[in-house]
């Protein structure tokens, strides 16, 4: 089946810093690629969706300059939280389509957390 | 927009007794409707899914949910709970958009306990 990873599983960095996540699609040409994100006890947010080779589309609220989303390649998509701050600790999770495909593969997440 | 309402944050059920997880939803064109296991610090896994077609689908791990258009619902069920169904179950609904779907629409998830 479709297999999604993504690194760092876990990580802790202090406020202030910039720390970038990566979403893999292992096995597919990821040509969309989706970032959520879920608070604790809380149901996913969608964060932005980004399609390989143009810019992404952020959810309104989303501040775009601050989690910057890159999607150079079919098989790989980046989140960076830029100037982290304690509010933005929280669980992230992409998740990646083929094509015209409804059905969306999802990564394991990253769990970010600020000091 | 589109919305999900899960009823019960929380809903506890004896092992080998029946599971329903309830899920309403709110869509202005015809949704795609899916439900998504999620185990401790882990990604999102798919149960199932219904696009368009027969009605009530058969997912995985003996799970299955019935899409009423009437009701707007995709209740969730299992014939007999296990221990190890224990975990957190997102509804999640999507359109479809230039042939494929969008993002995701979450419900705030239900916890399943499940009780020896």
Redesign the interface.
């Known amino acids: 089946g479709a297999v ?1 990873s ?1 690194h760092p599983s876990r990580v802790i960095c202090k406020s202030g810093t910039s720390v970038k996540i990566e979403c893999r699609s292992l096995d597919f040409q990821a040509t ?1 690629m ?1 970032w ?1 994100r879920q608070f604790p006890k ?5 964060m932005a ?1 980004s399609n390989e080779g143009s810019k992404a589309t952020y ?1 309104q609220g989303v501040e775009k300059d601050k989690f910057l989303i890159n999607h150079a390649s079919l098989t790989l998509s980046t989140l960076t939280v830029t100037s982290a701050h304690p509010e933005d600790s929280s669980f992230y ?1 992409c ?1 990646a ?1 083929w ?11 990253t ?1 970010l957390t600020v000091t | 927009a589109q919305s999900v309402t899960q009823l019960g944050s929380h809903v506890s059920v004896s092992e080998g007794a029946l599971v329903l997880l309830r899920c309403n939803y709110s869509s202005s064109v015809p949704p795609y409707l899916f439900w998504y296991v999620q185990y401790p610090n882990q990604g999102l896994q798919l149960l199932l899914k219904y696009t368009t077609g027969a009605t009530l689908v058969k997912g995985i791990n003996g799970f299955e949910a019935e899409f009423k258009k009437s009701e707007t619902s995709f209740h969730l069920t299992k014939p007999s709970a296990h221990m190890s169904d224990a975990a957190e179950y997102f509804c999640a609904v999507s359109s479809p958009s230039g042939g494929g779907a969008d993002g995701l629409t979450f419900g705030k998830g239900t916890h399943l306990i499940i009780q020896p």
Do not use: W
């Open positions: 999604v993504q969309t989706f959520y809380k149901s996913l947010m969608l969706t959810e999770i998740s389509r094509g015209n495909s409804y059905e969306q593969y999802f990564g394991p997440g769990r």
